[in-house]
């Protein structure tokens, strides 16, 4: 196994370089660890929204990830915007091929702007092929609902869509609640064997774009280079808060948070 950590994302591009498979590499980066990517779409957006998004074919999607798996190989492999049915089909074959690669699948439907990322077939597709093969799946409360059919609107219902989730065959969830009201943000780690609560105070900012893609590239990450679950998403968790907090304030729309802040230290 590399000491780096290699994780294969498999995401779109956002050309505004905060979600998306730039927030990827960039937080894989940040966290000591090596990123290879298989590349589901091209994404014209930036702070304001997406505009419009150029589809990958999924054969060019699944020769990109066993390219990498293939040569560099992997320790970790994460998932993002998918798209269509046939790119999640493709993703589910390659993750059947690194059977002992731990899989972090983010089920990415729609942006922040509200532009959907996942057609209604592949929402499907999500629930019979992905969920099954992910060693943590990582929704936030609108992808929660939309995977379950469950009213996600209290920390209640976002643990009674984790459990359907975890018998859905999802070996761990981490139920975001960021989309909840309230001070707090608070986000539950589920497994069979228990729940783990990471809560803090809610940053009152509008630069939030890419925070889903960032906490999964870092619990991959974490996972990739060793870590418990448990120790990878405290860890991702952590460093997702100080991006938020030292977000640089670009853009007019949902900015971007700083990934960087590691490798300048926290003073």
């Given at each position: 196994?590399?000491?780096?950590?290699?994780?294969?994302?498999?995401?779109?591009?956002?050309?505004?370089?905060?979600?998306?498979?730039?927030?990827?590499?960039?937080?894989?980066?940040?966290?000591?660890?090596?990123?290879?990517?298989?590349?589901?779409?091209?994404?014209?957006?930036?702070?304001?929204?997406?505009?419009?998004?150029?589809?990958?074919?999924?054969?060019?999607?699944?020769?990109?990830?066993r390219a990498?798996?293939?040569?560099?190989?992997?320790?970790?492999?994460?998932?993002?915007?998918?798209?269509?049915?046939?790119?999640?089909?493709?993703?589910?074959?390659?993750?059947?091929?690194?059977?002992?690669?731990?899989?972090?699948?983010?089920?990415?439907?729609?942006?922040?702007?509200?532009?959907?990322?996942?057609?209604p077939a592949?929402?499907?597709?999500?629930?019979?092929?992905?969920?099954?093969?992910?060693?943590?799946?990582?929704?936030?409360?609108?992808?929660?609902?939309?995977?379950?059919?469950?009213?996600?609107?209290?920390?209640?219902?976002?643990?009674?869509?984790?459990?359907?989730?975890?018998?859905?065959?999802?070996?761990?969830?981490?139920?975001?609640?960021?989309?909840?009201?309230?001070?707090?943000?608070?986000?539950?780690?589920?497994?069979?064997?228990?729940?783990?609560?990471?809560?803090?105070?809610?940053?009152?900012?509008r630069h939030?774009?890419?925070?889903?893609?960032?906490?999964?590239?870092?619990?991959?990450?974490?996972?990739?280079?060793?870590?418990?679950?448990?120790?990878?998403?405290?860890?991702?968790?952590?460093?997702?808060?100080?991006?938020?907090?030292?977000?640089?304030?670009?853009?007019?729309?949902?900015?971007?948070?700083?990934?960087?802040?590691?490798?300048?230290?926290?003073?």
């Open positions: 196994m590399s000491f780096l950590g290699r994780v294969l994302i498999i995401a779109g591009s956002d050309s505004g370089g905060g979600a998306g498979i730039q927030a990827d590499i960039k937080t894989v980066t940040a966290l000591g660890g090596y990123s290879a990517t298989a590349i589901t779409a091209v994404t014209v957006q930036n702070t304001r929204g997406v505009s419009a998004v150029h589809a990958i074919p999924a054969e060019v999607v699944e020769a990109q990830g990498v798996l293939d040569d560099i190989g992997a320790d970790a492999i994460k998932t993002g915007m998918l798209g269509g049915l046939e790119v999640v089909e493709a993703v589910a074959r390659l993750l059947d091929s690194a059977s002992a690669v731990p899989a972090v699948v983010d089920p990415v439907m729609v942006a922040k702007g509200g532009a959907a990322l996942l057609s592949a929402t499907g597709a999500m629930r019979a092929l992905l969920i099954p093969r992910a060693a943590l799946l990582t929704p936030n409360a609108p992808e929660a609902e939309a995977l379950t059919g469950e009213t996600v609107a209290s920390h209640d219902g976002l643990r009674r869509a984790g459990e359907a989730l975890l018998m859905a065959g999802a070996r761990a969830v981490l139920m975001k609640g960021g989309h909840l009201p309230g001070p707090r943000v608070v986000d539950i780690l589920m497994t069979p064997d228990g729940e783990t609560v990471f809560e803090a105070e809610r940053q009152e900012t939030t774009h890419g925070t889903g893609c960032t906490l999964a590239s870092a619990c991959a990450a974490g996972l990739a280079q060793g870590l418990t679950l448990t120790e990878a998403v405290a860890r991702a968790w952590a460093y997702v808060q100080e991006a938020i907090a030292r977000a640089p304030g670009l853009g007019a729309g949902h900015g971007p948070l700083d990934h960087g802040w590691p490798l300048r230290g926290k003073a």
